[in-house]
């Protein structure tokens, strides 16, 4: 204020301050920095060379103060921030499409997604890396908080022309087949090995996959049955290249799920994008 006045009457004016208040922080602002900042010719006060340097580094650090201002105001009301969610590999299908309506409403938050198995999702949520997690079968334990927002059916899936399509097929028909499976860590996997409990000796892994993609391309290709959630084949549908088996038991009726920390201190986007997904899914 003194700077910009030449004048620290002025200065302790608009400060609120007295006169000699303003002198002293003048005073031990020089000793900080070694230099003098003011100079007196006659009744009236300049800047030194110095002076004038630290007026430019006072201006930025307000530009700078006003601007962390701005940006907090931001990511306090939701506009702003990072959004962290690992979505399963199985929800990727709609739940990016998800994130990319979220992120038109809201086009300066920064977006971190990771897609992963069921596993690699309840370690990221235990270490706290993410804010959110889109998975389908969330350990029961108060250490999480669920909430189910969509149906997530699994179904066994063939090839249109398999001789098992429009049948009815028991448990023990698909023993005799080849089954295409996920990996281990998967949830899908973890389901399947749930349907065949009793069974999990004979039954005929033929392929392992990682990926729904790579196992649709299996199964069309006559490696063998696999059981999908629908929402992973609805263009194999379409186009008539998968065929979902009448399987007794099935379609095994699952959810999917928005999981975080129940402890986790959720930011305001975080927040903002878990009701988005609990209002506009179906
Ligand atoms: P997955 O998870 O992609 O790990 O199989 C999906 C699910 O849990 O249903």
Not at 63 to 81: M, N, R, Y
Not at 187 to 210: P, W
Request: with cysteine.
């Amino acid at each position: 204020m003194a700077a910009t006045h030449l004048s620290y009457t002025r200065a302790s004016e608009k400060l609120y301050m007295s006169q000699p208040a303003v002198s002293k922080q003048i005073r031990q602002l020089e000793e900080e920095v070694g230099v003098s900042l003011f100079e007196k010719v006659g009744k009236k006060i300049y800047l030194t060379e110095a002076g004038e340097q630290m007026l430019k580094y006072a201006e930025s650090i307000l530009g700078l103060v006003a601007h962390a201002k701005d940006h907090f105001s931001e990511v306090k009301d939701g506009t702003k921030g990072r959004l962290k969610v690992a979505v399963a590999s199985t929800a990727s299908s709609f739940a990016i499409e998800m994130l990319g309506k979220f992120r038109k409403s809201y086009p300066d938050v920064d977006f971190d997604i990771e897609v992963t198995n069921r596993q690699t999702l309840l370690s990221n949520l235990d270490r706290n890396l993410v804010d959110l997690v889109i998975m389908g079968q969330p350990p029961e334990n108060p250490y999480y908080s669920v909430e189910p927002f969509m149906e997530n059916p699994l179904v066994f899936i063939a090839p249109p022309e398999h001789h098992l399509v429009g049948k009815k097929v028991s448990v023990e028909d698909l023993i005799n087949e080849s089954i295409v499976a996920r990996e281990e860590g998967s949830g899908t996997r973890q389901a399947m090995d749930g349907f065949f409990e009793g069974y999990c000796d004979q039954l005929k892994i033929g392929m392992l996959f990682n990926s729904n993609d790579s196992i649709k391309s299996a199964v069309i290709s006559g490696f063998g049955l696999a059981l999908v959630s629908v929402h992973t084949i609805q263009v194999e549908l379409e186009h008539e290249s998968l065929a979902i088996l009448d399987v007794e038991n099935t379609p095994i009726n699952r959810y999917w799920y928005l999981v975080h920390l129940s402890e986790k201190k959720m930011s305001r986007v975080a927040e903002i994008f878990r009701n988005f997904i609990l209002e506009k899914a179906v």
